[in-house]
């Protein structure tokens, strides 16, 4: 049960045809519209804009979203989630490693299955989790605008895969939401600006996130309203959260109590305290607070920005540090950055505006309040949807190829990297063995080219195909791409039109980092694989032409002399020895070329004797 109602007794609910725009944050989530033509975040009446992503399960089972759950964080630490979007998509597999983070029970079953979270003894995926927060900014948007809100835009980290793109589509659903589009939160924070809205422009730009727990560098190729993402940096575990910390091992000095030592309750008003001093000290140059101590005493705690910066500088180094990883990823210079974007309310902090000005050598554009920006693109991204901006192009690409396994492990390349999506392609394959009635299609994700080196995500059977010669048999696979990045591949057997289809289920288990590598391997690996790839064609070129070559000997020995089988036999000896060795693929072609010519001739007498029968049994005019 929400805690905030919609009250729609007191006013008429309009059913206008509002589209929101939702940032789904790991700290803070906010909803945002446009009106007049300005994106605008939405708040209840007499509440902020910013709605804690904290969701508290009281006992009674009432359930309370945002700002009211933040003084249940440290009272019941058990019963009060925060930080739910770190959990989308994720296996316990993958969480394990950062369990102590979190103060409420993550379920261990030890398997790769998703994981969910134990509130007294009821379960919750990360999916409803997230449902509970989407649900409260709905209601809340609800009650301001009275009128229904179903139609949303909700924003994710560049970084998501589809897994995690999907749990969040999921959680919309739950909510009662109908979401029209995943975006980008740096497409977002870049479209709020009104940066790659116009047919035409081309741009290099910088979203540089430092948010409560998180830190993102994304480094985006705008060309013609079409956004890529050229590099994605981070830490997930690195923001606004860790100066508190040092804060309150500032604090705890000079109350001189051990931070080990510390009630519970000073500990929780410290870490207040430390995260008011930091948002005070954005504005003034120093900070003061008298604490009464239990003990009666009253301790004076001071801070001031010189301070602040001291404690904030190894973090800030280490998002820099993302930034040139990333520069390096994309092969860019910061001069070669046009535009460098401020995201997430850490970055208000003067220092960091400094340092990130500092490194990329121009000023950072942050007049659109960084804890709304992503959300006011997204309520941009909206209205373009619903058909309100026809002068704004907007298109979303899809960030890695996506494609089938063929023969020898090769990934064939059906839908390219930088795709616009949706989009619909497909492609012809066929059959490598006569009688052939069943092929294996697996479906690859990535840039490499072996599919080994690729992400799989999925593999079926079209079975049934009739049994017909090699490379007769014309199957297509249709790959269809939606515009939330959902794939759906069929596979069709144009003769017989034997047909097999399936939806992409996402992979889960796989790590943050692990598909920011997959985007960049593509490119470091891109000159050797190409090498692998064509020495691998070679061989399977060089298998299927010691199968038809045996098959030909098989069939028509009568045709040959017994020096003519002989000779054949051992040009297709030495080609399989060549390519049993691993020889390369120059001694590969030659060999090939040696069996072609020797054997050319050899098949021609025997189309000829077939054709002189055609005719002596037919008669002439019957052939073709
Ligand atoms: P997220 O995107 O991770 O949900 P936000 O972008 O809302 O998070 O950032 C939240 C962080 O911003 C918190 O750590 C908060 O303390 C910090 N923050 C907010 N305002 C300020 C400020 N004025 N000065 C410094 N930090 C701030
Ligand atoms: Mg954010």
């Known amino acids: ?176 939401l109908d979401v029209l589009r995943i975006v980008n939160e740096p497409t977002a924070a870049a479209l709020a600006y009104g940066i790659g809205t116009q047919a035409q422009e081309s741009r290099t730009v910088t979203v540089y996130d430092l948010g409560g727990g998180t830190f993102d560098v994304t480094i985006l190729q705008i060309t013609d309203g079409i956004f890529e993402v050229l590099a994605t940096h981070g830490d997930t575990y690195l923001g606004g959260d860790d100066i508190d910390r040092a804060l309150l091992q500032e604090f705890a000095r000079q109350l001189v109590v051990a931070p080990d030592q510390m009630e519970a309750t000073l500990m929780q008003n410290l870490r207040l305290l430390a995260e008011e001093a930091k948002k005070h000290l954005t504005n003034h140059e120093t900070f003061a607070h008298t604490l009464p101590m239990s003990d009666g005493r009253q301790v004076r705690l001071q801070a001031d920005r010189t301070l602040l910066n001291t404690l904030a500088q190894p973090l800030v180094d280490r998002t820099l540090e993302s930034c040139r990883q990333a520069l390096a990823d994309a092969q860019l210079t910061p001069a070669q950055i046009e535009e460098v974007i401020l995201v997430g309310g850490s970055t208000r902090m003067p220092y960091v505006q400094q340092q990130v000005a500092a490194f990329f050598g121009r000023t950072p554009k942050c007049d659109i309040n960084p804890d709304e920006v992503v959300a006011l693109g997204a309520a941009v991204q909206a209205d373009i949807l619903a058909g309100n901006r026809k002068d704004l192009l907007l298109l979303d690409v899809t960030p890695l190829s996506l494609g089938v396994e063929t023969a020898g492990g090769l990934m064939d390349v059906i839908i390219p990297r930088n795709s616009k999506i949706p989009t619909a392609l497909a492609k012809q394959y066929t059959t490598q063995r006569d009688g ?73 288990g796989l790590t943050d980092s692990e598909v920011e590598q997959m985007l960049l391997a593509g490119f470091t690996h891109a000159k050797a694989d190409v090498e692998t790839r064509l020495h691998i064609e070679a061989q399977e070129e060089a298998r299927q032409l010691i199968y038809q070559a045996e098959r030909f000997l098989e069939k028509h020995a009568s045709a040959l002399t017994e020096t003519e089988r002989a000779q054949m036999q051992a040009e297709v000896d030495k080609l399989r020895q060549l390519v049993d060795s691993g020889a390369d693929k120059q001694s590969l072609h030659a060999a090939m070329d040696a069996l072609d010519t020797l054997s050319r001739p050899f098949a021609q007498r025997v189309m000829e004797d077939a054709l002189r029968q055609a005719m002596v049994g037919k008669g002439v005019g019957e052939v073709e």
């Open 1 to 176: 049960m929400a805690r905030i109602a919609i009250d729609i007794s007191g006013g008429d609910l309009k059913q206008e045809n509002v589209i929101v725009g939702i940032d789904l944050g790991t700290t803070n989530s906010l909803i945002a519209r446009m009106v007049d033509g300005q994106a605008q975040c939405i708040a209840d009446h007499g509440k902020e804009v910013i709605v804690p992503s904290l969701i508290h399960f009281a006992p009674s089972g009432e359930v309370i979203v945002g700002e009211e759950a933040r003084p249940l964080l440290t009272r019941q630490p058990e019963r009060t989630v925060y930080s739910a979007k770190r959990l989308m998509g994720k296996s316990y597999h993958d969480v394990q490693a950062h369990t102590p983070y979190f103060s409420y029970r993550i379920l261990d079953d030890g398997t790769d299955s998703l994981v969910k979270v134990q509130i007294g003894g009821r379960y919750y995926s990360p999916v409803e989790l997230s449902a509970l927060i989407l649900k409260e900014l709905k209601a809340r948007a609800e009650h301001r605008l009275k009128t229904e809100v179903r139609q949303v835009v909700i924003t994710v980290p560049a970084y998501f895969n589809d897994a995690q793109r999907q749990a969040t589509r999921d959680a919309g659903k739950l909510a009662g």
């Open 436 to 508: 052939q009635t069943g092929m294996r299609i697996t479906v690859y994700q990535g840039e490499r080219e072996l599919v080994a080196e690729n992400r799989k995500l999925a593999e079926f059977e079209l079975k049934g195909i009739p049994a017909m010669p090699a490379g007769l048999p014309k199957v297509e696979i249709r790959f269809l791409l939606d515009a939330d990045g959902i794939l759906r591949v069929s596979a069709r057997e144009l003769r017989s039109e034997v047909a097999a289809e399936i939806e992409v289920k996402p992979q889960y």
